[in-house]
């Protein structure tokens, strides 16, 4: 089954106003990773934590190994902010990708 | 910066139809893996690599041969797609395995295939 529970698969924002996303792991992780699918397709590193959190700019990471779950909050979201994140989190050989979250910020 | 470059950006071929997506990354990396992500299912790997002439099965890998020719070059074979494997695929590499250290995956910017 899969590893990697993510959500919300959608999320709508107003500008300026902020929101977490979530994943929820099913086995102990030793990292994860967060990324954000730009409008060409390409996927931007948006952080990497082993545990604790992590923040830039506008967004925030955390981490927790042990009760299994990461979170990405956003806040004062931008309209540039829009687009598909996706959690990973790290196996031996390879990342194990949650099914991402479409966000949607509006003017 | 790590740059990793993959051709073509779209393609369009029949059921039976033959195919080779291009991976090539100028970071000396060592490993290299090819992912499809389809709605729902975030991203999900085919094959991987740890170096020339090495070659991994990921999670995905029926349907899809994969060859790393050198050191920058991985490619990916659909010798008779088909329809399932329409898709958006992304190359990265990594000079650790995938997610085990700080220096984390860099992705192409993806290739549309659509399997008519």
């Known amino acids: 089954g899969d590893q990697v529970e993510q959500s919300p698969s959608a999320l709508s924002l107003h500008e300026g106003t902020g929101s977490a996303l979530r994943c929820n792991f099913t086995?102990?992780?030793?990292?994860v990773q967060w990324f954000r699918k730009n409008s060409r397709g390409s996927l931007i590193n948006l952080f990497y934590?082993?545990?604790g959190t992590k923040e830039n700019g506008r967004l925030k990471s955390a981490f927790d190994s042990k009760e299994r779950y990461s979170t990405l909050h956003i806040r004062d979201a931008q309209l540039e902010d829009s687009g598909t994140y996706f959690c990973a989190s790290s196996g031996s050989w390879q990342l194990i990708f949650g099914s991402g979250t479409q966000l949607t910020v509006m003017p | 910066e790590a740059a990793v470059t993959q051709s073509p950006r779209n393609k369009v071929t029949v059921t039976g139809g033959n195919v080779t997506l291009s991976c090539r990354q100028t970071?000396?990396?060592?490993?290299m893996y090819w992912y499809r992500q389809d709605t729902g299912h975030g991203l999900r790997l085919i094959h991987y690599?740890?170096?020339?002439?090495?070659?991994q099965i990921g999670d995905v890998p029926d349907g899809y041969k994969a060859t790393r020719t050198t050191q920058e070059d991985f490619f990916l074979l659909l010798e008779l797609a088909s329809p399932s494997q329409t898709s958006l695929y992304f190359c990265?590499?990594?000079?650790?395995?995938?997610?085990?250290?700080?220096?984390?995956?860099?992705f192409g910017a993806g290739t549309r295939l659509s399997v008519l």
């Open positions: 086995t102990t992780m030793r990292a």
């Open positions: 690599s740890y170096g020339a002439g090495n070659l």
């Open positions: 990265a590499s990594s000079d650790a395995p995938g997610g085990a250290s700080q220096n984390t995956l860099y």
């Open positions: 970071n000396s990396h060592n490993y």
């Open positions: 934590l082993a545990s």
